[in-house]
């Protein structure tokens, strides 16, 4: 179904590109979070995030000119545009954590230090089914409503895991630099979950409006 003019990708594919490049930011945000606590050289990754993050941005003001200019039906673009903006938002949460992984180096013990590396990886379990929901989208608007909905599970663990942190982190003894940063760090993780549970409530809706 071609939704857009003659030779372009449709809706499907742009979006399935633009998912693509989001989940590959979160993918490298993983892996920067896991060499900031083993002390490697993190500007490599950082630059890659960020490129990769400005490719993400750069098709979601393509999709969203033609969204305003009325490319879709009126009735549709507003769906496709909240979905949009709501995904967008997972590759900008990642670029936040690459960022304060930059400001300060800080040392945390192997448990504190594991517990952040299984948020980061359970958020990014998150984007990656939000992906799949999006590819899934082509062809099957019930099947990616029902992967999507897999999102709230591992948003919840998230949200345990973060609120776990905080008590430790908030009862702990060290600076309130450090504190501080790692609050910072603890709280974008979880946003990127936090997105991606947004963006699966809205494929869930528009799979209710349009499966007839």
Known sequence: MKLFGRGKKTIFERFSEHAGKVFETVKLTDKAVDVYFNKGDLQEIIDDISKVETEADSIYYDIARDLFRGQLLPYTSEDWFELLDH??????????????????RVKVDEKLKNRIKELMKISCEAARII???????????????????????????????????????????????????????????TQVSNSSKRAANRIIMMSVKYSF
Do not use: C, P
Not at 91 to 96: E, L
Not at 143 to 171: P, T, W
């Open 131 to 189: 992906r799949e929901s999006i590819e899934m989208m082509r062809y099957d608007m019930e099947g990616a409503a029902e992967k999507a909905s897999e999102v709230a599970r591992i948003r919840h663990q998230a949200r345990d895991i973060e609120y776990r942190l905080f008590k430790k982190l908030f009862n702990s003894k060290m600076s309130t630099k450090r504190l501080l940063l790692l609050k910072e760090i603890v709280y974008w993780i």
């Open 87 to 104: 995904v967008d938002n997972i590759a900008d949460n990642s670029d936040r954590i690459a960022k304060f992984l930059m400001v300060y």
